[in-house]
């Protein structure tokens, strides 16, 4: 069974930084093609940045330059490197795992909450 956990969360003054990791169980993360998402309330979730088993990533405008993903191949884990955060920046974040040969974001961790004020 396979699950994905969130950290690093937590409430930031605009212009700071935080990181985010998400760690698999029942699986390896480095497998899958890999995913950091955001949703507010009310509103559907934002597709921010994307990471494939080989390495490449791609982003969304409203975060290029400003976040980083990566895989932390020693600790199997999926980051988030978040920089010059801005109060538009609040939201609940998810990562995201599927089979790189599917469209469908498979497995879905429970989300961890970014205030920045």
């Known amino acids: 069974h396979v699950q994905l956990v969130e950290s690093g969360g937590g409430a930031v003054q605009a212009g700071g930084s935080l990181r985010l990791s998400c760690a698999g169980t029942?699986?390896?993360?480095?497998?899958?093609?890999m995913s950091w998402s955001r949703q507010l309330p009310g509103q559907e979730r934002e597709a921010l940045a994307t990471?494939?088993?080989?390495?490449?990533?791609t982003y969304v405008d409203s975060v290029k330059g400003r976040f980083t993903i990566s895989i932390d191949n020693a600790k199997d884990t999926l980051t988030l490197q978040m920089n010059s955060l801005k109060p538009e920046d609040t939201a609940m974040y998810y990562c995201?795992?599927?089979?790189?040969?599917?469209?469908?974001?498979?497995?879905w961790g429970q989300g961890t909450q970014v205030t920045v004020s």
């Open positions: 995201a795992a599927r089979d790189c040969g599917s469209g469908v974001y498979r497995y």
């Open positions: 029942g699986t390896t993360i480095r497998a899958y093609c």
């Open positions: 990471i494939d088993t080989e390495g490449t990533v």
